[in-house]
Nanobody
C-alpha cells in the first residue's frame, strides 16, 4: 500500500516561489516513478514534472522548464516540487502521483492520469 500526502500550496504573487512537498509511505519498490500533475476546473490533469527514482532522471513539461524543479530528499520519502517565477497560468490544484515503471524511458512516457496508480489529495496553488 502506498500513501501520498501533499502540502505547501497557497497564494503567491506573480514572480514568486513555492515549494510543494509530497510525503510518501508504503512500498518503496512499487513507486519507482513519481510525478507532479496539475488540474484546473474542467480540464484533465496534466503532468508538469516526473522523476525516475531509481536513476534520478527528470522530466518536465515545456510550460515549466527552467522554472520548476522536481527532486527527492536523501531519505527518498519526500518528493519536492520547487516552483519559481510563478505565473497566473500556473494556478491549479497540484497532485503528487506514483506508479511502478519498467524503466526510466517508461517513466518518462507516462504523461496521463491513467498511467499512475496512486494519488495524493492535492494542494491548491493560486498565483495573482
Amino acid at each position: 500500500h502506498v500513501q501520498l500526502v501533499e502540502s505547501g500550496g497557497g497564494s503567491v504573487q506573480a514572480g514568486g516561489s513555492l515549494r510543494l512537498p509530497c510525503t510518501t509511505s508504503g512500498d518503496t519498490a512499487r513507486r519507482n516513478c513519481m510525478a507532479w500533475f496539475r488540474q484546473t476546473p474542467g480540464q484533465a490533469r496534466e503532468r508538469v514534472a516526473g522523476l525516475d527514482r531509481t536513476g534520478g532522471r527528470k522530466y518536465y513539461d515545456d510550460s515549466v522548464k527552467g522554472r520548476f524543479t522536481i527532486s527527492q530528499d536523501n531519505t527518498r520519502t519526500t518528493l519536492n516540487l520547487v516552483m519559481n517565477s510563478l505565473k497566473p497560468e500556473d494556478s491549479a490544484m497540484y497532485y503528487c502521483a506514483a506508479v511502478w515503471a519498467y524503466s526510466a524511458a517508461d517513466c518518462g512516457a507516462r504523461l496521463s492520469e491513467s498511467h499512475y496508480s496512486w494519488w495524493g489529495q492535492g494542494t491548491q496553488v493560486t498565483v495573482s
